[in-house]
């Protein structure tokens, strides 16, 4: 909650990923700094991964595309969104601010076609080969790309690119991938055929990045991986968590053994001990899901949180120590002792990328600091 907790962002390891993320291949970087930058603030993200080399930005939504087009300090830096629907209302306005247009389905080829106003939009086609997510099914491809090269030829779009996603690349020896390579590469013949030269093909994500060059083309998407975090562990690359979350403890109190602690009693004090009681909670993005499993870092050492993590709060183990309120608790920190978003995944069963976009609106974002130290 606010006043207690922060979550503080660190611009040296944003710019250290980026730079070594670009060090493993020969294309250039689309930093993806969809959803609010994975959580860490799209503004300063977006600033700090362009000035250290990343090439490209791309967002989700068409309302992100166009904040991050009408920025003055990234006029020259194409940004690229591609979750609408074809009849949503902005997309006109997105493409005149100049973002460009990830195209995932027929319906809106034609509908971009019509939103142009001054000059074509540029756009990027997708494919489905194999996500069976966003983008074109290969028995519509012929007829996708023929309808895009006439509407190029009219004038009303520019393509720019052809592009797919990865659906399974953090699992290297899954078989999707070598299935979806040989796919991309019949939708770039297809691509051809019909008489396209995109000057883009792009298909990796950040595990594609990291585990196969084969997928780099002209173009690496990756996100996760440029806030610090390897969605390959068996691959080690040098990065570093951005961001740091921590809170303060609000109070300290001796309860005697057998106490049952917080909603339902799932966990009972086993001896006399004091705990503390942290102000942060699920509304907050600290996962319940990771309840009875999770550790924070406070007073020099990790400790366990006991019982439900609730709304706003939980409670902390200490033992016979104590510490004063105000002390701080590292969730998520970088150092070797901090806990991080890997470990919370673990904890709540799912991905750090879903750890980090769920830290909630009540949390405050600091940059300010490190973008000081750079001037
Ligand atoms: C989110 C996204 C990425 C980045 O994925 P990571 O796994 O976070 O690297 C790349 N491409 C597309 C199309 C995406 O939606």
């Known amino acids: 909650m606010s006043g207690l907790a922060k979550a503080s962002m660190d611009w040296r390891r944003l710019a250290s990923n980026v730079e070594t993320l670009a060090g493993l ?6 930093a993806m700094v969809k959803a609010d930058a994975y959580g ?12 250290a080399g990343a090439a490209r930005l791309g967002v989700a939504t068409l309302r992100e595309a166009w904040r991050l087009a009408r920025m003055p300090e990234l006029a020259e830096v194409p940004v690229l969104g591609f979750v609408y629907a074809p009849d949503q209302p902005g997309l006109a306005e997105t493409i005149g601010a100049g973002a460009e247009i990830g195209i995932t389905s027929l ?6 076609a019509v939103a142009v106003g001054r000059g074509p939009a540029r756009v990027h086609l997708k494919a489905d080969t194999g996500i069976s997510r966003g983008g ?27 592009w797919s996603h990865l659906a399974c690349a953090d699992e290297a020896d899954h078989p999707a991938n070598a299935m979806q390579k040989a796919a991309f590469e ?11 030269e995109p000057e883009l093909r792009h298909l990796a994500n950040s595990a594609a990045l990291i585990a196969d060059p084969e997928t ?12 610090g975090y390897n969605p390959v562990p068996r691959l080690p690359v040098d990065l570093k968590p951005v961001m740091e979350l921590r809170g303060a403890v609000m109070a300290v109190k001796r309860l005697p053994a057998g106490t049952g602690i917080s909603y339902g009693h799932t966990y009972h004090l086993e001896r006399d001990s004091n705990v503390a009681l942290v102000p ?28 439900r993590i609730c709304m706003d709060q939980f409670v902390v183990d200490l033992g016979d120590e104590t510490v004063r309120p105000g002390e701080p608790a590292i969730l998520i920190g ?12 673990e904890w709540a069963g799912t991905i750090p990328n879903d750890i980090l976009t769920g830290i909630g609106g009540r949390v405050p974002r600091l940059w300010n600091r490190g973008l000081e130290e750079r001037k």
């Open 280 to 307: 942060l909670g699920y509304a907050d993005g600290v996962p319940r899901a990771a309840s009875g499993r999770a550790e924070v870092y406070l007073a020099g050492k990790r400790r366990r949180v006991l019982g």
């Open 186 to 196: 019949r939708f770039l013949g297809t691509v051809a055929a019909a008489g396209i």
């Open 25 to 30: 291949t020969s294309a250039p970087l689309m």
């Open 136 to 162: 074109v099914a290969e028995h519509e491809w012929e007829a996708y790309c023929e309808a895009a090269a006439k509407h190029q030829s009219a004038g009303r779009i520019e393509i720019v690119g052809a």
């Open 334 to 345: 970088a150092g070797d002792h901090h806990p991080d978003a890997d470990d919370w995944s």
């Open 107 to 112: 319906a809106q080829l034609d509908a971009v």
């Open 40 to 51: 860490h603030g799209v503004v300063p993200t977006a600033r700090v991964a362009v000035e």
């Open 216 to 227: 780099h083309y002209d173009l690496v998407r990756p996100g996760i991986a440029l806030y």
